[in-house]
T-cell receptor, first 113, second 111 residues
Framework: SQTIHQWPATLVQPVGSPLSLECTVEGTSNPNLYWYRQAAGRGLQLLFYSVGIGQISSEVPQNLSASRPQDRQFILSSKKLLLSDSGFYLC????????????FGQGTRLTVV | GEDVEQSLFLSVREGDSSVINCTYTDSSSTYLYWYKQEPGAGLQLLTYIFSNMDMKQDQRLTVLLNKKDKHLSLRIADTQTGDSAIYFCAESITGANNLFFGTGTRLTVIP
């Protein structure tokens, strides 16, 4: 069966520090991978998605970047965190042709102080 | 871009029915979904409906789709305290690689 792992679950980082959140998927090949950010009262904002290794699409300009070094690994990064980067970050995967249903990780609560 | 809207809050008494509503703008949607998010956790798919269907029932859950009005609803019968969560509707659109999510409705069940 397919599983998705996202870590860490919580993270407190000072302003200006770097960030690296990792997401891995097991049990499927060539998935579409996504990073979402959830802000209170604003639903889910799609940050990045990837349809293959090294292929990253950015939905909103911001202080973050994403990379996909392997088929089932998706990394969200920042060189210098801002206070506004605080939020709940969710990784997800889907496979086209199956109704685009998305499966989510447990999320990372990032607090920038 | 695509716009999916939901009201932010809903409170119901335990045992009553809950109805969570969602409107969307893109008529080329293929599937529409309801996800549930419990506190501090990721999203779990509750149910989905293909865009050529009007209704889908799954135990206590009933999904109604009015494609003409672009309106989707989720009815939870006999709502329990364990149903308290945030509910997101989402749509997939032909040719798009991702789902478009609503803002989420926080359902509070009062004992």
């Amino acid at each position: 069966s397919q599983t998705i792992h996202q870590w860490p679950a919580t993270l407190v980082q000072p302003v200006g520090s770097p960030l690296s959140l990792e997401c891995t998927v097991e049990g499927t090949s060539n998935p579409n991978l996504y990073w979402y950010r959830q802000a209170a009262g604003r639903g889910l904002q799609l940050l990045f998605y990837s349809v293959g290794i090294g292929q990253i699409s950015s939905e909103v300009p911001q202080n973050l970047s994403a990379s996909r070094p392997q088929d089932r690994q998706f990394i969200l990064s920042s060189k210098k965190l801002l206070l506004s980067d605080s939020g709940f970050y969710l990784c997800a995967w889907s496979v086209l042709g199956q109704g685009a249903e998305a499966f989510f990780g447990q999320g990372t609560r990032l607090t920038v102080v | 871009g695509e716009d999916v809207e939901q009201s932010l809050f809903l409170s119901v008494r335990e045992g009553d029915s809950s109805v969570i509503n969602c409107t969307y703008t893109d008529s080329s949607s293929t599937y529409l979904y309801w996800y549930k998010q419990e506190p501090g956790a990721g999203l779990q798919l509750l149910t989905y409906i293909f865009s050529n269907m009007d209704m889908k029932q799954d135990q206590r859950l009933t999904v109604l789709l009015n494609k003409k009005d672009k309106h989707l609803s989720l009815r939870i019968a006999d709502t329990q305290t364990g149903d308290s969560a945030i509910y997101f509707c989402a749509e997939s659109i032909t040719g798009a690689n991702n789902l478009f999510f609503g803002t989420g409705t926080r359902l509070t069940v009062i004992p």
